[in-house]
């Protein structure tokens, strides 16, 4: 079994930054791909941020050159920081892992943490 555990979200103006942290844990498992969602009442979840299985990065075109996305591979930890949020980035921003166990690939999504950017 392997959780999701994150952590950084809050409210703050426009303008301003925050960073996001999900944390992986569990035994003997191999994270495949990382990333981050984000999802608004009534409308589907979205890719923000993520890790390919290759190693390479893939950004929603609406953060571009606002979010970073990192790892911590010692950790299992991926880090999203945000910076130049809008009102618009407001959303609940979930951690997704691809996870390989005992040969087989799993996916798993952490709790939601909420992000509110007021203008």
């Known amino acids: 079994q392997v959780q999701l555990v994150e952590s950084g979200g809050g409210l703050v103006q426009a303008g301003g930054s925050l960073r996001l942290s999900c944390a992986a844990s569990?035994?003997?498992?191999?994270?495949?791909?990382m990333g981050w969602y984000r999802q608004n009442p009534g409308k589907q979840r979205e890719l923000v941020a993520g890790?390919?299985?290759?190693?390479?990065?893939n950004y929603a075109d609406s953060v571009k050159g606002r979010f970073t996305i990192s790892t911590d591979n010692a950790k299992n930890t991926v880090h999203l920081r945000m910076n130049s949020l809008k009102p618009e980035d407001t959303a609940v921003y979930y951690c997704?892992?691809?996870?390989?166990?005992?040969?087989?690939?799993?996916?798993?999504w952490g709790q939601g943490t909420q992000v509110t950017v007021s203008s």
């Open positions: 997704k892992a691809n996870i390989y166990y005992r040969g087989t690939y799993y996916t798993y």
């Open positions: 569990g035994r003997s498992f191999s994270i495949n791909t």
């Open positions: 890790f390919t299985s290759a190693g390479s990065t």
